[in-house]
């Protein structure tokens, strides 16, 4: 069965989505059990290998290896049901960049996974406030039913408090670890049997049983039978029933319940995202100072850089731009040109589907490609046939680290400069300017980026930086009337900034020096995230 009208456009076939998740919650073997699902790969292992087979290619990043995980998010795209799936695959690990961030910029909805005996954890709560600031519809899929998990309800529960974020369960699990028997789907009363045998075939559905049959007895107690069906009655007193437009809107999850280690239940995900998930958005940007709605189903072909990644082939000092595709049929050789008038052919784009890369020759809104360039592309570029357009949206998010940058040759001033803009500007890590002067001061929202900062600095630039602990915590972009503005600055002195654009940015100590300001200036907005001005 399809899950689109034949005759609809391309792009109205895309859907982009993430995958976001507290590091071991699942997130990559879910990504290869979907990918299996939908028939993209035939062999569990697949995405590790090219995650090994990547590391060993690419030389800078040293880091990659020592630390044997993978820094940068990859696309990958796969067929279901007549719709293009681009995952957007997001780095879960514990050392988390603005990568990841910026990822759920361009994907237009995100399944989050949860583990059923640990809930919703801080990774996860930090993502969601991310998928927030656009209102993505976000999926949720309860991950290792096949371990002792919390109560169903408990779970649910905790979602809602936790993420504001209103249940609708699709399912409702029988038990759990040994005792796991399978879920039965609310909407058609059948029972799924959970199959221990990881040698069925998960790109086939499921078999089902009806709850209300008599061949239930061959799956489930008698007493079992009415413990689900208690349960899901009282889930679903509990949870609002499914309301697409409440979903689309952000409001609201559907809840699957599965093992994506055993295979079990990622069919039904799947199917419901086929189902439920949106394509293409209307992106807002901005032409000739006014806003507009940039239409997937318009003419200029117009879209977004969200992540560039140096060196993936170490035979080249090339950088892969990853665009996000916002309107209109690109095809290969197009000229394009990014909102500051630089233009650029498009002659080799990569479209990155499950197995392979594979160089593009049309691409629609919704698509994510790849674009080769010296570095003419930037993080937060837009790219567009007329060059006046500028999305917005691809925001910088206030950092949790920030490190004073001390050269061991002070004659090296001007190189230091030059690098620490040229790696902000990349999206690497930011750069902060004190107004009062003295050494730079740059800030990460993971440890990593810092490391990667630290040794591109090096290789890259020859200079050796001690990147010290600076005396500050955090940081906020403020905003408000001039004069209340200028106040604030002059009681802060020390602790004031500029940004790469010579946008304020006010240093806190503390978290709580943050809450202090904004009670003692209430005319003063302190922003956590910043989008990035032209
Ligand atoms: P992540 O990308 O979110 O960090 O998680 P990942 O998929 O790497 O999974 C983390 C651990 O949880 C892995 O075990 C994985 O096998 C296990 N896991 C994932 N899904 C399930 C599930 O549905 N049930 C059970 N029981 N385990 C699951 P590991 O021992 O850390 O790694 P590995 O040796 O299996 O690769």
Redesign the pocket.
């Known amino acids: 069965m399809t899950a689109i009208d034949p005759a609809a456009p391309e792009w109205a076939r895309r859907r982009s989505f993430a995958i976001i998740?507290?590091?071991?919650?699942?997130?990559?073997?879910?990504?290869?059990t979907l990918l299996l699902s939908a028939g993209a790969i035939r062999l569990a292992g697949q995405v590790?290998a090219r995650g090994e087979n990547r590391r060993t290619q690419s030389d800078w990043m040293k880091i990659e290896q020592e630390r044997g995980i993978s820094v940068s998010a990859s696309v990958m795209t796969f067929e279901h049901r007549g719709l293009l799936f681009n995952l957007l695959d997001t780095p879960?690990?514990e050392d988390f960049s603005e990568d990841t961030y910026r990822t759920l910029t361009a994907a237009d909805s995100a399944i989050m996974?949860l583990?059923a005996a640990k809930g919703v954890e801080p990774r996860t709560l930090k993502l969601v406030e991310v998928c927030r600031l656009r209102d993505i519809p976000i999926v949720t899929f309860i991950?290792?039913?096949?371990?002792e998990a919390l109560d169903p309800v408990d779970l649910l529960e905790d979602i809602q408090e936790k993420l504001a974020l209103d249940t609708s369960p699709m399912q409702w699990p029988c038990g759990s670890g040994n005792r796991f028997k399978g879920v039965l789907d609310i909407a058609t009363n059948d029972f799924l049997p959970y199959r221990k045998s990881v040698d069925t075939d998960p790109s086939q559905p499921n078999p089902r049983i009806a709850l209300d049959g008599n061949s239930i007895s061959d799956a489930l107690s008698e007493e079992e039978v009415d413990e689900l069906k208690e349960g899901a009655e009282v889930a679903q007193e509990l949870c609002p029933p499914f309301d697409p437009q409440s979903f689309l809107e952000g409001h609201l999850t559907p809840v699957f319940f599965?093992?994506?280690?055993?295979q079990?239940g990622v069919r039904e995900l799947l199917e419901g995202l086929a189902d439920k998930i949106p394509g293409p958005a209307p992106m807002e940007a901005i032409n000739n100072g006014q806003t507009v709605e940039v239409e997937p189903g318009g003419k200029e072909v117009a879209g977004f850089v969200f992540k560039v990644q140096a060196n993936m082939d170490p035979n080249h000092r090339d950088r892969v731009a990853f665009v996000r595709l916002c309107s209109g049929k690109f095809r290969r050789g197009m000229k394009l040109k990014t909102e500051a008038g630089k233009q650029l052919t498009v002659s080799s784009p990569i479209l990155f589907f499950a197995q392979d890369r594979e160089i593009a020759d049309e691409a629609w809104a919704g698509d994510v490609m790849g674009v080769p360039n010296h570095g003419t592309l930037r993080v937060g570029d837009s790219l567009s046939e007329s060059g006046k357009l500028r999305f917005s949206g691809i925001p910088n998010f206030a950092p949790e680290i920030l490190r004073r940058a001390r050269l061991a040759d002070p004659l090296k001033a001007k190189h230091l400069k030059k690098a620490l803009e040229s790696l902000a500007e990349e999206g690497v890590t930011q750069l902060f300017r004190p107004v009062m002067g003295g050494d730079f001061i740059v800030g990460a929202v993971g440890a990593l980026q810092i490391d990667v900062m630290r040794e591109r600095v090096a290789a890259e630039y020859g200079l050796d930086v001690d990147f010290e602990p600076a005396p500050y915590e955090t940081a906020r972009w403020i905003t408000g009337d001039r004069a209340k503005l200028e106040a604030f600055a002059d009681r802060h002195k020390s602790a004031m900034a500029e940004d790469i654009n010579g946008d304020p940015v006010f240093l806190a100590k503390s978290a709580w020096e943050v809450s202090y300001s904004e009670e003692k200036f209430p005319d003063v907005s302190f922003h956590r995230a910043k989008e990035r001005s032209a």
């Open positions: 998740s507290h590091p071991d919650a699942g997130k990559t073997t879910l990504t290869e590790r879960g690990h996974v583990d991950n290792k039913m096949d371990r599965g093992s994506a280690l055993r079990f």
